[in-house]
C-alpha cells in the first residue's frame, strides 16, 4: 500500500512540472485520466482519412498566418502501471480554426517525444469543427518499438459532442482558460505493464 501511495504521490508531484505556469495562477489542473495500478488504456480511435506521414518534428504547430486561439496541451506518456513512457512519440494533426485540414503540406502537423520523465508540452491552437464533426485532434502516440495506438482528442461543452458519433468522453481534454490561450492537459495510458 505505501509503495501504491508514494507512487501516486510522486507522479501528482510530477504532473506539475508538466503544466505552462500560467496554470497554476488558474489552480492546478487535474490528470485525465487519473492513472491507478492496471487501469485500461486510453481509447482507440480511427485515424481518419487527413493522416501525413513523415511530419516534422516539433512541439510548436504555430507558425505565422495561422489563426485561432492558443492552446497549450501538457500532460504524459504512461503504462497501465502509471510507469512514464521516456521517449514516446506524439504524432499529432488537426484542422484549422476554420474546420480545414492542410493537406499539401504540414500546417498543424507534427510530432514530438515525451521526456525521460514521460512529459510532453504541445503547442497548437484550438481546431475549429467541421460538418459531422466535434472540435477534435488526432493523435498516434508510440513507446519505442511497441504497438502505435491512434486516437482523438476532444474538447469539453462542445455543443456538437453529443451529435459527433465518434466523441467519447474518457478522451476529453481537462482545460482552463488564461487570457488568449487554453490551458489543456491529457494524459495517454499505453497498453504496457
Known sequence: MDDLFTRRRLLTAAAALAIPEAAFAQGDLPATPACHDDDAPTLRETEGPYFKPRSPQRADLREPGIA?????????????????????????????????????????????LADAGGRFTLRTIVPGAYDGRTRHIHVKVQAPGRPLLTTQLYFPDEPLNRRDALYRRELTIRVQHADERMLGRFDFVLDLG
Open 68 to 112: 485561432g486561439r492558443p492552446l497549450d496541451l501538457s500532460g504524459f506518456v504512461l503504462s497501465r502501471a502509471c510507469r512514464p513512457v521516456a521517449g514516446a512519440l506524439i504524432d499529432v494533426w488537426q484542422a484549422n480554426d476554420q474546420g480545414l485540414y492542410d493537406n499539401d503540406g504540414f500546417r498543424l502537423r507534427g510530432h514530438l
